[in-house]
């Protein structure tokens, strides 16, 4: 299976570094010709669509920027998502868990695939939530959600680099993405051709707390940090939206034999992993600098 990855970010490179069968297109995509241009150049059997805007050095950047935004995560996807039905391509395409807010009106609080989202106000949400509900009415194509990417390599787009940071964290449970479980179930999903949107988060969810001690425990035993409230961060000044902080249930996935490991065992295998690769890049820093 010959995989066209659209986009040049951390993802798309992870998933890139992962599948020898696997080329990666930075070129801009501006038209539904610049898509045939690439299925005829590539001649792949399934596109992956990793290019989006989350904005620098957050996504509040998204709510100055609200056109570029709607431009990359809107635009981009439909634009490509032409191309591919053109052709008759399988097209995957990489959405977020960030289009819901809160707990969700079933029982066990968890959202599933075919709820609607309820982003009220954020720029970044809405347009990735605008993106599911044109995409989901096509043929051929899959929708691959993800929640708070986690990965053993050091990244500011890694979640784990993320707390590590920030002298203020707030004090949140969540549904997460484990990158190597998330680079196997994409896939899978291309393998089969998966239509329909998928909740690609590992099951049961973390606390910030325990990605933190986990982090001190087995990388860096003097960090610290400062515990606040959702609340705070925008009361703070620390952000200008509130985020998303929610649980997502992954039915689909299930439903044609795709399943991904627990949380804490995942997150603890990637932590492991993590801090050997941490290691390694403080020696090599050590070595160039002498």
Same mark, same amino acid.
Request: glycine letters at 6%; charged letters at 25%; hydrophobic letters at 35%.
């Given at each position: 299976?010959?995989?066209?990855?659209?986009?040049?970010?951390?993802?798309?490179?992870?998933?890139? !570094?992962?599948? +020898?069968?696997?080329?990666?297109?930075? =070129?801009?995509?501006? #038209?539904?010709?610049?898509?045939?241009?690439? /299925? @005829?150049?590539?001649?792949?059997?399934?596109?992956?669509?990793?290019?989006?805007?989350?904005?620098?050095?957050?996504?509040?950047?998204?709510?100055?920027?609200?056109?570029?935004?709607?431009?990359?995560?809107?635009?981009?996807?439909?634009?490509?998502?032409?191309?591919?039905?053109?052709?008759?391509?399988?097209?995957?395409?990489?959405?977020?868990?960030?289009?819901?807010?809160?707990?969700?009106?079933?029982?066990?609080?968890?959202?599933?695939?075919?709820?609607?989202?309820?982003?009220?106000?954020?720029?970044?949400?809405?347009?990735?939530?605008?993106?599911?509900?044109?995409?989901?009415?096509?043929?051929?194509?899959?929708?691959?959600?993800?929640?708070?990417?986690?990965?053993?390599?050091?990244?500011?787009?890694?979640?784990? !680099?993320?707390? +590590?940071?920030?002298?203020?964290?707030? =004090?949140?449970?969540? #549904?997460?993405?484990?990158?190597?479980?998330? /680079? @196997?179930?994409?896939?899978?999903?291309?393998?089969?051709?998966?239509?329909?949107?998928?909740?690609?988060?590992?099951?049961?969810?973390?606390?910030?707390?325990?990605?933190?001690?986990?982090?001190?425990?087995?990388?860096?035993?003097?960090?610290?940090?400062?515990?606040?409230?959702?609340?705070?961060?925008?009361?703070?000044?620390?952000?200008?939206?509130?985020?998303?902080?929610?649980?997502?249930?992954?039915?689909?996935?299930?439903?044609?034999?795709?399943?991904?490991?627990?949380?804490?065992?995942?997150?603890?295998?990637?932590?492991?992993?993590?801090?050997?690769?941490?290691?390694?890049?403080?020696?090599?820093?050590?070595?160039?600098?002498?």
């Amino acid at each position: 299976m010959k995989i066209l990855i659209i986009g040049g970010g951390y993802i798309g490179h992870r998933c890139h !570094d992962a599948w +020898a069968d696997s080329v990666i297109s930075t =070129d801009r995509v501006i #038209s539904k010709e610049d898509v045939l241009k690439l /299925i @005829d150049e590539h001649k792949p059997d399934a596109i992956l669509n990793a290019a989006g805007v989350r904005g620098k050095p957050n996504v509040d950047w998204c709510e100055t920027h609200q056109l570029e935004t709607i431009l990359g995560n809107t635009k981009l996807p439909i634009t490509i998502a032409e191309g591919c039905q053109e052709r008759g391509i399988y097209f995957l395409h990489i959405g977020s868990g960030c289009i819901f807010y809160g707990d969700s009106p079933h029982p066990d609080k968890k959202w599933r695939e075919d709820d609607m989202g309820n982003p009220t106000e954020v720029t970044y949400s809405r347009t990735k939530w605008a993106t599911d509900l044109v995409l989901s009415t096509l043929p051929n194509v899959g929708i691959a959600r993800i929640r708070m990417p986690i990965d053993y390599v050091p990244s500011p787009n890694n979640m784990i !680099d993320k707390l +590590a940071t920030f002298s203020k964290v707030i =004090d949140v449970e969540n #549904s997460v993405t484990i990158i190597d479980d998330m /680079i @196997d179930v994409f896939y899978k999903l291309m393998e089969q051709k998966a239509v329909g949107i998928f909740h690609v988060t590992n099951p049961g969810t973390l606390k910030h707390r325990e990605i933190v001690a986990l982090y001190e425990d087995l990388v860096d035993p003097n960090h610290n940090n400062e515990w606040i409230t959702n609340d705070d961060l925008v009361q703070q000044g620390l952000a200008t939206k509130t985020r998303s902080n929610n649980f997502l249930a992954s039915e689909n996935l299930s439903k044609i034999g795709i399943e991904m490991r627990e949380v804490h065992e995942a997150m603890r295998d990637t932590m492991e992993k993590y801090a050997v690769a941490k290691k390694k890049g403080e020696k090599s820093n050590e070595t160039l600098s002498c």
